[in-house]
């Protein structure tokens, strides 16, 4: 169990850490973003927010998904000086993809699509594009890092890069009248930023030999041919190109799947811009759980359980299919959307694509050391613990985050609008903005279900499980899109959201589907308990709950007034005063009745659950 143990201390450690990093550099942008609210329209925000960071972000996933896909499949102790500067033309293959596919977005934004009444939309469409195909520039370092394990560049490289786009934004605000134009200008700064940081770290360590000897000087990060015989663009691994185009087709479906909603908002104009503003800053707002704690949680204990847990239906297969099995969870992955795509929207209306999750020991141990098939040369005993060890982790982080989403879906019935207010001011909180993020705050729970049992049945499917699993999100991706379409046109933009909703019930339906059968299997849950019985929070906690959705109510009804002008500061403080005495009282009945469970998840958090299950 030593492995195992490894495993859970390694995705506990990698999870803390981005926990962390992400809650300090996304208070920072946080702030300073209400005051963009304040210095522009909606319209001009769902302008650059949706149309043209759909632009942007398309462009980006489009082009550089696959390859990522690919190349981290390399391990940093195999990979040459040599087979480096071949991994650097493919890569390159990306950036050509990524100028093509910007050219041809630019032509259908600027002819195809309606134009929008706002100043300089053109200069906005081509500054973006340009933006996306520059950041491909970043790809061999950001490729060469992750296989490095280098997980605090990432962030600290994106953090940067965020802040100075967000500080940068506001000050042109300031100074020009045009928005678009002092968006675009944000928008290469932040370009500039990701580009710099990069490019120094490879230049102040390209001689350390501790980093590897792939990399000599920055002019490994450029193509050149390793062959006298060969040009640059045909001196590539085969078998890597080979796995980046079958990622290339599953790209273009998640990359539908997750953006979804905006690019029925730009092709079929159901929603002004003005309203996509709107529904854009709830979204973001609302997204803030999911992206502090979902996402990290999500993307590290994939690992987890993709090392602990056995890849078959019945308990046997071969070696070799099993380690066949691995490359297909990867494609499971990128065929849907899910909350962890959606987690990493950005403050500001930027989505950064979906990514691999920084390697950590447990992923060097998965794809370089320790291979699929370590878990068949087992014996049954220790199989069995791995299994009971992954299944309470399960149960650990399903009730977790259960809890998370009770708390946001009661409290933000009563708080929507006050928060709101709060952060956009009378612009945000009056329409429909305190309706969205009411709805969006129950959309929370359900994508809080999601992204773990989707994370479990990711690192648990056999092929013809994950095989099964991407037809059902296929029809579950026609099912959101038939229901955003009849939705908005009854309820507006609170319709994506409900279609959102439903389609994360239907995943997550479908996910402990795949947990109960795979359970009949193995040793996952004791005889005498189930999954759902050991995620329902103590009937206290309901009540609790329960009374606090009823005292924040009272206080709405006499503190909030009806008209967003109205607000006082008194009154707000009396509300907010209120909601965090509920809140209070709320976590106390938590660490009162649930204690045994804050325990064990105090030990899964530090990588010990292991020995108190000895």
Known sequence: MGAASEELQSAARATSYAVILQVLFRLLTFATNSLVLR?????ALGVVNVRLMLLYTTTLFLAREAFRKACLSVNRHDLSHKQWRRMTNLVFHGVILGAFIASALVYVWLYWLKQPEIEHYDVGVVVFALSAVLELLVEPAWVLSQINLKVKLKVVAEGTALALRTFVGVAALYVLDSPVIAFSIAQLVHTAALLGVYIHDISAHSQDKSRGAAIRSVRDLFPA?????????????????????????????????????????????????????????????????????????????YTFFAALLKRDDVGHVEDSEASREE???????????????????????????????????????LSGKRKPSDVNALTPEQRQENEKLAGRALALLLKFV????????????????????????ASLSEGEGPLLLQTYSVYILFMALNGITECFVAASSSKAEIQDHNRWMVVFSVIFVVASHFLTQRLGAVGFIVANTLNMALRSAKS??????YAT??????????????????????????????????????????????????????????????LATVLASIAFKERQFLNSLRLLWRGELEKKDK
């Open 39 to 43: 210095l522009t329209t909606k319209a």
């Open 225 to 301: 041919s390793t062959s006298s015989t060969l040009p640059w663009y045909s001196d590539i691994p085969q078998d890597l190109a080979q796995i980046a185009r079958s990622f290339i087709e599953h790209g273009v479906l998640k990359q539908l799947l997750t953006e979804g909603e905006k690019f029925l908002m730009t092709i079929s104009h159901v929603l002004s811009f003005s309203q996509q503003g709107v529904y854009d800053v709830v979204n973001n707002l609302g997204s803030m759980v999911a992206r502090f704690v979902f996402h990290p949680l999500e993307e590290n204990y």
């Open 327 to 365: 490359s297909n969870a990867e494609e499971m992955e990128t065929a849907s959307d899910g909350s962890q795509a959606k987690a990493k929207k950005r403050e500001g209306g930027q989505t950064k694509s979906p990514q691999r999750t920084p390697q950590t020991k447990t992923e060097k141990s």
């Open 402 to 425: 259960c809890l998370i989403g009770a708390i946001a879906a009661v409290f933000g019935q009563t708080t929507s609008k006050t928060a709101l207010h709060i952060y956009g001011g």
């Open 512 to 517: 402990f589907q795949h947990i109960a059968e």
């Open 521 to 582: 299997h193995h040793h996952l849950f004791p005889s005498n308990a189930s999954l759902m019985s050991q995620i329902i929070p103590h009937p206290y906690i309901l009540v609790s709950l329960a009374a606090a959705f009823v005292a924040n109510y009272l206080s709405e009804q006499h503190y909030i007034p009806s008209d967003s002008t109205d607000f006082t500061a008194q009154g707000t403080l009396m509300h907010v005063g209120v909601t965090g005495g509920t």
